[in-house]
C-alpha cells in the first residue's frame, strides 16, 4: 500500500502516506473482526441448524441452542480480544508488557477464583443435562419462579409471588424442582360431606372432567385422563377425595382453575354438599 501511494502519479508527502496507511490499516483490521464474527455466526447457524433438524425432543433442541449462543459469545470474545490487541500494536502500544501483567494478574485471581470456577463447572453441567430452560417453572433452594435468563455464573428467576427477581450462582445450587419439564400435573383435593356415597362423587368428577374435555381451549392443555386416586382423608366434618391431571407443561394452573369451577357446578347439579365450616348458636332462655 504504501509503495502504492509512492508513485510520482500521486505525489503525496511521507506524514500524508503515513497516515493513510494507518488509516487503511484500522479499516483492514476492523473489517477482518466483523467479517469474522459474520462467519462464524453464519457457520454456527449452519451446523446448529443441521443438527436439530435430526432432532425431534424440544428439549434437546433448547439445550443445544442454548450452548450454541454461549459458545457464539466465548467466540465472539477472544475475536474480540484479538482486534483490541492488533489496534493497540497499529497504535504504536507495546501489548506484550499488558499481557505479562495480565498473567500475573490472572495467577492471582486465580488462588481466588474458586467459587467462579464452581459456578462455571456447575453452569456447563446445568445446561449440558437440560435441567432448566429460559421460560421454565422452578424451586430452587426454597426460591420458586420462572427463569428469565441462564448463563454459565448466574441464573435469575422472577418470583410469581412477589415479581422479586433472584439471581442465583450455579455453585450454589444442590437441587432443582423443574414443574414444567416434558409435561405438568394439576392436582386436587376436593372435600365432600361423610352423607355422600363417594361412588357417586366420583361420577360427578368425571363428568366434570368430560365438560373440560369438550372445550377445545382447556383440551388442548391435557395430554391425560383424570386420575382418582380416591377417599384420601377423614376430616373433621368432611371426607377428601384426591385426583390429578397430567397437562402439557404450564398448562396445570389453567387447568385447575377450570376443572374447580367444573366441579363446584357440577356438585351442585349432582346435589353433592361441599361442607363448610358453620358456627351454631342455642339460646337456652
Avoid at 449462543?69 to 490487541?85: A, D, K, Q, R
Avoid at 497504535?91 to 459456578?119: H, Q
Avoid at 426460591?143 to 427477581?165: C, P, Q
Avoid at 382453575?257 to 348458636?281: G, H, S, T, W, Y
Amino acid at each position: 500500500m504504501e509503495k502504492f501511494l509512492n508513485l510520482k502519479f500521486f505525489n503525496l508527502k511521507a506524514e500524508y502516506i503515513e497516515v493513510i496507511v494507518f488509516v487503511w490499516s484500522v479499516f483492514k483490521c476492523s473489517v477482518i473482526f466483523i467479517l469474522s464474527i459474520k462467519l462464524i455466526r453464519w457457520l454456527s447457524d449452519k451446523v446448529f441448524k443441521k443438527i436439530t433438524s435430526k432432532i425431534d425432543s424440544n428439549e434437546r433442541k433448547s439445550q443445544l441452542l442454548t450452548l450454541k449462543e454461549i459458545l457464539l459469545h466465548t467466540l465472539e470474545g477472544i475475536f474480540f480480544v484479538i482486534y483490541i490487541g492488533n489496534l493497540l500494536f497499529l497504535f504504536g502500544i507495546d501489548v506484550r508488557p499488558i499481557l505479562a501483567t495480565a498473567g500475573v494478574l490472572g495467577v492471582a485471581v486465580g488462588f481466588g477464583a474458586k467459587r467462579f470456577v464452581e459456578d462455571i463447572i456447575s453452569g456447563i453441567i446445568i445446561l449440558f443435562e437440560g435441567q432448566i430452560r429460559v421460560g421454565d417453572y422452578v424451586e430452587i433452594k426454597d426460591m420458586t419462579g420462572f427463569v428469565e435468563k441462564i448463563t454459565l455464573t448466574l441464573i435469575t428467576v422472577r418470583s410469581d409471588k412477589s415479581g422479586a427477581l433472584y439471581f442465583i450462582r450455579p455453585g450454589y445450587i444442590d437441587s432443582i424442582a423443574n414443574y414444567t419439564m416434558n409435561f405438568s400435573y394439576a392436582f386436587f383435593g376436593f372435600d365432600v360431606a361423610y352423607k355422600e356415597n363417594i361412588d357417586s362423587v366420583f361420577e360427578s368428577l368425571k363428568k366434570a372432567f368430560v365438560k373440560l374435555k369438550s372445550m377445545p381451549e382447556f383440551d388442548k392443555l391435557i395430554e391425560g385422563e383424570l386420575e382418582i386416586f380416591g377417599l384420601d382423608e377423614f376430616k373433621d366434618s368432611s371426607v377428601n377425595i384426591k385426583c390429578r391431571i397430567k397437562t402439557q407443561p404450564k398448562g396445570q394452573w389453567t387447568i385447575k382453575r377450570a376443572f374447580n369451577k367444573m366441579v363446584k357446578e357440577q356438585f351442585i347439579l349432582d346435589d353433592i354438599e361441599i361442607p363448610f365450616n358453620q358456627l351454631v348458636v342455642t339460646n337456652i332462655n
